[in-house]
């Protein structure tokens, strides 16, 4: 039986998670991996006399852990940047053992961190393997794309928007309190937890440095549900999905709303369900889905990394690639198929208007949408999917669009999900 | 570098795919994981002089992997009971590590092999790493049930057979003339193949021993479009499932066709695709999809598991628990909602006699549909989903149902998924 020491940073719901699995499923951990996992300390600023610490010592400065000779690996849960790097930093020097739930410190902050001795598994779509699942039950597989939905608060709200009518504000109201989202709910609506995820999974599966400011990132507050209903009556549904593609050209990166066909599974990935798809040489489309937060569940990942860290101590790191050798392209490269909603006045002509700039820009059509005139405004809207094309001829059409006397708001885009 | 020597048995569709992902991937293997893989020798009784053997000796007995000193890792893939069976218990007698994709002999002679260098990730659900989740990923937790598509054959059948409305007979010809179902397809579309993958995964997730013969089986050839076209009326679809739930009582572990809610992720898994979803205490309720079959995906799976046998040479082996203390249920004993197609004759007070048979065995409708009578023969389907009930209980009622001189046939009795 190999004994682990962990000490643990925060107190929070993860950590509470953490060690309440541990004393839960101790046996069975052990039974299963030999690994014995011993919870000797734990720090946090905050005291919370209510929490069993399976008789742990307790400490209020986290960096108590580090001069803690009997810790081998420090559970970094406290969130943030400054102080969490700090400690992650002080305990590889150290030559302890680092795992995190912490995804900004790693996307933000990975660079400069060594990687020997640090898992994340938590720090990506909470319960679910994926990171394991790319170094291990994959390893033999040259990836081509992957694309998840990595925000199960986006998921959420998407999900009762289609499920109810009801417009974003609405929603996000009821995810405020439900606890689903956050009071400044930025971090989630409008992509940038998804983007910090997004890098891992591009640094892990195509072997780039961390590059957060490459990802081009787009939230769901522009979304609304007559947007969701014409999808679904083209045959798709509206998800926020992370996207990641390698081809000869670079890695395409970008995080958005995006149409996925009804064909899909991750399609029918609902509520604050996390997916993550991967497409690869060998195993083909495999699809990965579970819960993507809450402390049991995130709990869950942090404890199987605490396993592995003493099953393969040693983690070999990749000789990455150059960057130059593995560009993240500008958004304006990709190609893809787009739905246009294009609100019109009511006149003949228009839709005549609008197809002509399309196809000035050889944007081919694929399937149109034209409703009866709302009755109180003489506006309709034209809904069109196109076939592929590249963004850079896409912003042009829409310009020349938005300009016509006869377009009467700004023209609503979303990306189809690539067919890979 | 961790270098591992690896002889391969059989050089069917699976070896060849070994054979070509360990040549194309082998620099992005080792990247990845530390681990160089180099085939030593193949051994198949039928020579293929246009397989690429890599550089490897080749022999026409299998058993002279057993004789080449240099064979770190015996990679078994010729299928059959009584030869792999022979060779596997060789190789680990010898202290070989081997790696088997051959699902019927772990499930039938499992008991009998010593499991710490023994793996057959690619015996359950080809690409998916469904092993690797239960013992890594997901090793925190304690399962309480997994269900799962684990025969791609019948999945495939019974998505065209909704998608076309066309019979099992005319299904299964086509899919022998395109290569997914055998010559002989009672493996497949009689439950044996999904039964011998789910005594796998019994044993693993809930540390039993190998119970082939506890499974209970049911295949899909009794299945109609008439019953497809009535679940997806009540809102379900059906899919021949692989089921397993752990309670104080003991066990389930059952195959059958089952009715699986559109609400579920499960449903939407069509196709020749697998899929296992896994209900655990901290992980919550995650799936994974992606190919069964298929020589490039089973493959992948393989040398997975090979470059683990270096990471982890030596696998935990868990004290299972009595068999007393973990009895597999026998299927009469099991609780499940049913739906029900009760052939009848068009006459009136005939609904009250089928509803007081049920009544009389406390069984309770959830719902009903009854149609018009078919024109030319006076004959109507009662269609009724029934209240979480008793197997035992649902076998009285249905013989004394099929008794009744009104009732023109045998009655169809599918099972609905558990709500786990």
């Not at 002509?349 to 009755?375: R, W």
């Not at 506006?379 to 850079?392: G, N, P, R, Y």
């Amino acid at each position: 039986m190999k004994t682990l020491s962990i000490g643990i940073a925060g107190l929070g719901t993860v950590a509470q998670g953490v060690l309440a699995l541990v004393a839960a499923n101790r046996a069975l951990i052990e039974q299963r991996s030999g690994v014995s996992v011993n919870v000797v300390r734990v720090a946090s600023r905050r005291v919370k006399p209510e929490v069993d610490l399976c008789g742990a010592d307790f400490s209020t400065d986290v960096m108590d852990l580090l001069a803690d000779s009997r810790v081998d690996v420090i559970v970094e849960l406290i969130g943030g940047e400054t102080l969490a790097k700090e400690l992650i930093v002080g305990a590889l020097e150290q030559g302890k053992a680092v795992v995190t739930a912490n995804k900004a410190v790693i996307a933000l902050h990975g660079n400069e961190l060594s990687r020997q001795r640090l898992r994340f598994e938590a720090a990506v779509a909470g319960a679910i393997p994926i990171i394991q699942a790319l170094q291990h039950g994959l390893v033999a597989n040259q990836f081509s794309a992957l694309s998840g939905i990595i925000n199960g608060t986006c998921n959420y709200m998407l999900s009762a928007m289609e499920n109810e009518g009801v417009d974003f504000d609405a929603i996000l109201a009821r995810a405020q309190a439900l606890g689903y989202a956050e009071a400044d709910p930025t971090f989630d609506v409008d992509g940038i937890d998804a983007a910090h995820k997004l890098t891992i999974l591009m640094a892990l599966a195509f072997d780039t440095d961390f590059e957060f400011d490459k990802v081009y990132v787009e939230g769901i507050r522009a979304l609304t549900p007559i947007d969701i209903s014409y999808a679904a009556e083209l045959g798709y549904r509206i998800k926020h999905l992370g996207i990641l593609r390698s081809s000869p050209d670079g890695i395409e990166a970008r995080v958005h709303p995006t149409l996925v066909p009804h064909s899909e599974l991750m399609a029918h990935v609902n509520g604050v369900l996390n997916a993550v798809q991967v497409v690869s040489d060998a195993a083909g489309k495999t699809l990965f889905s579970g819960p993507g937060a809450g402390g049991a569940a995130t709990a869950s990942a942090v404890v199987a990394d605490i396993v592995e860290t003493a099953l393969n101590p040693q983690q070999p790191i990749a000789d990455r690639n150059s960057s130059a050798a593995m560009t993240v392209r500008p958004i304006e490269d990709i190609s893809s198929a787009y739905y246009l909603r294009i609100p019109t006045r009511d006149e003949p002509g228009v839709f005549a208007e609008v197809t002509q700039i399309l196809s000035s820009h050889n944007i081919n059509i694929d399937a149109v949408i034209q409703k009866d005139s709302h009755p109180q405004g003489g506006s309709v809207d034209i809904v069109i999917l196109t076939e592929d094309t590249q963004e850079a001829q896409m912003n042009k059409a829409l310009s020349q669009l938005e300009a016509l006397a006869t377009v009467t708001g700004p023209v609503m885009r979303i990306r189809v999900a690539p067919q890979d």
